[in-house]
């Protein structure tokens, strides 16, 4: 249990399918992350938001489409993908991302994506 | 761009040895570093967090910062089996188009642990 929960765990989409991962965390953080870990590359930082508000995208295609109601929940909206975007799709929280020293952040289990 | 390097390894060890792993990085202004292990298949999770130079020890842990040469260590004294995993690096650098200071990670370095 990490206080960081994502469902699903595992997902099988088509390319013209349109699907949702979703996050709940329960640390009473106000930031909440999507990383997409790929084999072979570092982790990659996707959105954060922090108190519901966007703060960064970091280019990532518009087929992807964040959402995040409170500061508990985050979504992620999938639409059109491509089998590239397979992957392990991890969400996290932290307490302050405009800490400048120890802004920590905890992972949820991931979502393994596999698009075909 | 603001990097984190890591050997990818596999390093590996024996049983009780210690386990060294190094990792560098580009930010000069980098005040927060971690590590994180990741099991197979699994997410990472927090080990050590470090923030001022020197050493800082947490059970069989001990993380290592210089930051005048920037480079941070973790060692993992009488490893075991059940430490063989990815040992990722991780060190928040201040993202300019939001403000945020965000964990960019290395590409990890894969630890065995033979018996």
């Known amino acids: 249990e990490t206080g960081v929960t994502q469902t699903p765990r595992h997902l099988v989409m088509g390319m013209t399918n349109k699907k949702s991962l979703k996050c709940e965390q329960h640390?009473?953080?106000?930031?909440m992350y999507w990383y997409k870990q790929s084999a072979k590359k570092p982790l990659e930082l996707m959105f954060v938001?922090?108190?519901?508000?966007?703060?960064e995208n970091n280019s990532v295609p518009s087929r992807f489409s964040p959402e995040c109601p409170n500061s508990s929940h985050l979504f992620l909206h999938l639409h059109t993908l491509q089998p590239e975007d397979s992957a392990l799709y991890l969400c996290a929280s932290s307490q302050d991302p405009l800490a400048v020293s120890g802004n920590t952040i905890y992972f949820g289990e991931g979502s393994w994506l596999t698009v075909v | 761009q603001k990097e984190v390097e890591q050997n990818s390894g596999p390093l590996s060890v024996p049983e009780g040895a210690i386990a060294s792993l190094n990792c560098t990085y580009s930010?000069?202004?980098?005040?927060?570093f971690f590590w994180y292990r990741q099991y197979s298949g699994k997410s990472p999770e927090l080990i050590m967090s470090?923030?001022?130079?020197g050493d800082k020890e947490d059970g069989r842990f001990t993380a290592q910062l210089n930051k005048a040469s920037q480079y941070v260590s973790l060692l993992i004294r009488d490893s075991q089996p059940s430490d063989s995993a990815t040992y990722l690096c991780a060190v928040n650098i201040a993202l300019l188009s939001g403000g945020s200071y965000i964990p960019t990670f290395g590409r990890g370095t894969s630890l065995i642990v033979h018996p």
């Open positions: 640390l009473g953080h106000n930031a």
């Open positions: 938001y922090n108190f519901k508000e966007q703060t």
């Open positions: 470090i923030y001022s130079n």
């Open positions: 930010d000069r202004g980098s005040q927060s």
